[in-house]
């Protein structure tokens, strides 16, 4: 007897790329500066 | 009847995790680069106070040469490597950032006028570097790679044609390699060149964006000139940057074409999926602040989180450059590449005074 397993993958999700993570990290800081959680950025 | 058996995707690495793993190598940036800018602030005080002349080498400098000299001496340990990896993230947030201090019509002139220069130089540049390859016997495919590394923009464009046109590893680590020593090498000799040349903010600017390669050191090349000249490397660098998806598709077409890789299918696709996004956040970003969705305090401290942003990158430049490692990998693609980039440079200078002639800078 031959038993056929059928592989089926589960739980892909959205991994957003180095290049869209470092854009929505952009601007969520830009948020935070527009909404005044960060007042003054020191350099 | 078959066993249905579903097997959920093993996630290698849980997010939390490799949080975690990036935080040493993070804090060795933000701890080089922070030294950087102490080095800069204190060594001018105290040579001015010791009446020694000594040049003022900015934080950029300093943080490049530190982690040169941690990378090519004690070496960076394996705790810290992921994290020090993450500059190219810093880079493209920084980039982004930057948008704030670009109102959307100096783009759109600016960038229309580095768009032409971009097109000449990449043309020119893929056509030197097959020449120089073919002069040198060098694989096909590993030619491809050094020419689109010396054209768009380093390290992401042979990545992206590496998995486009099937190249081999050892082919991509030979033209990576040598694109980051050039690139190393760039880093010194066109500061001293623009001085040398007395060029102007702009001119300068233009010519790093152009002639350097990789997105990270051309904007280090830049800042290490003047603030003018960083920012308008970075506008015409990401305008190269902008061309990967299109040179990557050629190419591929081109490979396909000889049964060496795989056929393109969706062409729109392929071109989003390779279009750098942080383009796009940097144009969006630009398009915020010419509507003054931020005030100019909020400009100001956007402006400073791309510097520190950019800090970080700095350092991780320095830290990533290790110059046994690139020694091994032989001497005949860094030649090809050395001769394209002295050339490359030669031409994108040309193309800058030709500019400023017609535009009269």
């Known amino acids: ?43 | 009847m078959a066993d249905v058996i579903t097997v959920p995707q093993v996630q290698p690495v849980q997010p939390a995790l490799k949080f975690l793993r990036v935080i040493p190598g993070v804090l060795l940036l933000a701890a080089v680069g922070y030294a950087g800018k102490l080095l800069e602030q204190n060594v001018g005080a105290y040579a001015k106070a010791h009446h020694w002349t000594f040049p003022n080498i900015e934080y950029v400098l300093w943080a490049i040469l530190l982690g040169l000299a941690i990378s090519n001496t004690v070496g960076v340990p394996e705790i810290f490597r992921s994290g020090v990896a993450t500059y190219e993230f810093w880079l493209k947030a920084g980039i982004v950032l930057l948008g704030a201090r670009f109102l959307l019509g100096d783009i759109l002139k600016l960038g229309g006028v580095s768009l032409v220069l971009v097109a000449i130089e990449i043309i020119g540049s893929l056509a030197f570097m097959t020449f120089l390859g073919r002069l040198f016997k060098l694989k096909p495919k590993l030619t491809t790679l050094l020419a689109v590394g010396s054209a768009v923009c380093g390290v992401s464009a042979i990545i992206a044609t590496k998995g486009a046109i099937d190249a081999d590893d050892e082919d991509s680590s030979f033209s990576i390699a040598a694109i980051l020593a050039l690139g190393a090498l760039a880093l010194f000799t066109f500061p001293v060149i623009g001085h040398f040349l007395h060029l102007s903010d702009r001119a300068y600017g233009l010519w790093a964006g152009l002639g350097v390669d990789n997105t990270a050191e051309a904007s280090a090349a830049g800042a290490l000139y003047s603030d003018a000249a960083g920012k308008l490397a970075v506008l015409v660098k990401s305008t190269r940057n902008a061309m990967i998806g299109f040179v990557v598709l050629a190419y591929a077409i081109y490979w396909a074409s000889k049964g060496q890789a795989q056929a393109v299918g969706n062409k729109a696709a392929f071109l989003w999926e390779k279009f750098p996004k942080f383009v796009l956040g940097f144009l969006l970003i630009s398009v915020l602040a010419t509507y003054h969705f931020f005030n100019k305090d909020q400009v100001g401290a956007l402006a400073n989180l791309s510097r520190w942003a950019f800090l970080l990158t700095f350092a991780g430049v320095g830290l990533q450059t290790n110059f046994s490692n690139m020694r091994k990998q032989g001497l005949r693609p860094f030649a090809v590449g050395a001769i394209g980039e002295v050339v490359i440079a030669a031409f994108t200078l040309a193309l800058v005074y030709g500019a400023g002639k017609i535009f009269g800078w």
């Open chain 1, 1 to 43: 007897m031959t038993t056929e397993v059928e592989v089926v993958k589960s739980g892909s999700r959205w991994k957003p790329s180095l290049d869209t993570l470092a854009v929505l990290v952009a601007f969520l800081l830009a948020l935070l500066v527009r909404t005044g959680v960060f007042k003054h950025v020191p350099w």
